[in-house]
């Protein structure tokens, strides 16, 4: 019997990375999975290789997240799970150096997309429904020249407290899950391919465990987070971080 038969989850930022690989974990289990993202092309075929729904979306667009959400409710009624997942880092630059276009893109994705897109779901999710947003450990942490990217996740941890109180009376449970270095293209879209590289290696250097995180480690955490096993669970935020923080 699978999980999730029939529930409906709803993961933005699907067409690769972490939400990936949660979108296909969810599918696997059975449940009827909308993806997001701009780029049509990754979008269709992410789509297409783990069944899920294609559905073109900004998330740092109100307007785009209203008809998004205005999609999802004429297919498939009320939402299960929900997974605000898409983000992006933004540049590495020291707090003096900082320029408005990458305040404005980081925030305007990760901060205002997360909270537009929880916002206009509500009325959407289900009576015990799962809501799931990502954050990071960095929330927690201060590094040197991530400044908008830390503050963007450490909102995006308050809004899930927030919504956890507000939500309670419907059983609807809000979690925040904050992964430390993962392996995806994240930093690819913003550093050339040798410098990525050497970022991976110096975080992989660092962390207890010795090892960079999968974008699978932080998808089981999701799927069990959507659960029905993780029922009495909700405004907590779960590092994955392999002693990052220790
Ligand atoms: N990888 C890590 O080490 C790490 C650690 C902690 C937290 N995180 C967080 O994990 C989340 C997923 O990142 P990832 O590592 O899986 O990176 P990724 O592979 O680059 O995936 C990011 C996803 O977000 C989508 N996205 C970005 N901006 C969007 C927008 N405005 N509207 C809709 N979709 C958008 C991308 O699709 P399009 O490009 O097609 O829009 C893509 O599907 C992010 O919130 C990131 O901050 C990552």
Redesign the pocket.
């Known amino acids: 019997m699978k999980t999730f038969k029939d529930k409906v989850a709803v993961v ?9 690989a949660t979108a296909k974990l969810l599918t696997a289990e059975g449940a009827k999975v909308i993806i ?4 049509k092309e ?2 269709e075929e992410a789509a297409k290789e783990i069944g899920a729904f294609p559905y073109l ?4 667009k109100v307007q785009d997240i209203e008809n998004l959400t205005n999609e999802v409710q004429s297919h498939f009624g009320q939402v299960d799970i929900l997974f605000i ?5 933004g540049d590495n630059t020291l707090i003096e150096e900082a320029t408005e276009q990458n305040f404005d893109d980081v925030m ?3 901060l205002k ?1 997360t909270y537009f897109t929880l916002s206009r779901f509500i009325p959407l999710l289900k009576e015990g429904a799962s809501v799931i947003l ?5 929330a927690s942490t201060n590094h040197p020249k991530s400044s908008v ?1 830390q503050a963007s ?1 450490a909102a995006v941890n308050s809004i899930a407290k927030t919504a956890a109180a507000e939500l309670a009376p419907r059983r609807i449970r809000v979690n925040s899950v ?10 690819d ?1 913003s550093y050339d391919t040798i410098t990525a590289q050497g970022i991976w290696n110096s975080l992989a250097d660092r962390i207890p465990l010795k090892k960079i ?1 999968t ?1 699978e480690d ?1 998808a089981q955490m999701v799927l069990y987070l959507s659960g029905e096993t993780a029922s009495f669970i909700t405004g907590s935020d779960f590092v994955i971080d392999g002693g990052i923080l220790l």
Do not use: H, W
């Open positions: 933005t930022g699907g067409n690769s990375g972490i939400g990936y997001t993202g701009r780029r990754a979008l979306a900004d998330q740092s997942n898409a983000g992006i880092t305007n994705i990760n997309g990502l954050s990071s450990n960095v990217y996740k904050s992964p430390g270095p993962t392996r995806t293209n994240v930093l879209k995180g974008p932080v």
